[in-house]
């Protein structure tokens, strides 16, 4: 499994950690050891722009999510085909914000909005109530367990 973390936003984080993140929810969703994910961290200006280009959206957002082979979980017994799953990309700055409203540490905000992004890329959605339900309570079952085993 090829992980790629990259930092351009100037914020310090811990990339080693967001990598063993991401393994971690992939192997739980069952992704094919041989599959490609980016993440990328970058600055407000940065994710203004991919936002107004890619969702017709004004002002940063928190991660967005760019699947490539629009690949899906796949099960204990079968995982998915290897492939190029896609870029997450995250705003440490918005981040941090929406930390300090929700009471909790930046570096918490940015691993669930990496796992929320993950999701997206194996296509999960909260469009609708229960598709919602369903996406929060993986992302937050994910998150606790890598917290746990850290």
């Given at each position: 499994?090829?992980?790629?973390?990259?930092?351009?936003s100037?914020?310090?984080?811990?990339?080693?950690e967001?990598?063993?993140?991401?393994?971690?929810?992939?192997?739980?969703?069952?992704?094919?050891?041989q599959?490609?994910?980016?993440?990328?961290?970058?600055?407000?200006?940065?994710?203004?722009?991919?936002?107004?280009?890619?969702?017709?959206?004004?002002?940063?957002?928190?991660?967005?999510?760019f699947?490539?082979?629009?690949?899906?979980?796949?099960?204990?017994?079968?995982?998915?085909?290897?492939?190029?799953?896609?870029d997450?990309?995250?705003?440490?700055?918005?981040?941090a914000?929406?930390?300090?409203?929700?009471?909790?540490?930046?570096?918490?905000?940015?691993?669930?909005?990496?796992?929320?992004g993950?999701?997206?890329?194996?296509?999960?959605?909260?469009?609708?109530?229960?598709?919602?339900?369903?996406m929060?309570?993986?992302q937050?079952?994910?998150l606790?367990?890598?917290?746990a085993?850290?």
């Amino acid at each position: 499994m090829s992980i790629e973390v990259n930092n351009e936003s100037g914020a310090v984080v811990d990339e080693a950690e967001f990598a063993a993140l991401a393994r971690h929810v992939l192997d739980a969703m069952h992704v094919h050891p041989q599959t490609d994910l980016s993440i990328l961290l970058v600055g407000v200006d940065v994710m203004t722009e991919l936002h107004v280009q890619w969702m017709d959206e004004p002002g940063p957002t928190d991660v967005l999510s760019f699947p490539m082979d629009e690949l899906r979980p796949g099960t204990d017994g079968e995982p998915s085909p290897p492939g190029l799953l896609g870029d997450v990309v995250l705003c440490p700055d918005v981040a941090a914000k929406q930390a300090r409203d929700a009471g909790h540490s930046t570096t918490e905000e940015l691993l669930l909005l990496t796992t929320h992004g993950i999701l997206h890329l194996l296509g999960y959605d909260h469009a609708e109530p229960e598709e919602e339900k369903e996406m929060f309570a993986l992302q937050r079952t994910l998150l606790l367990t890598f917290l746990a085993a850290r």
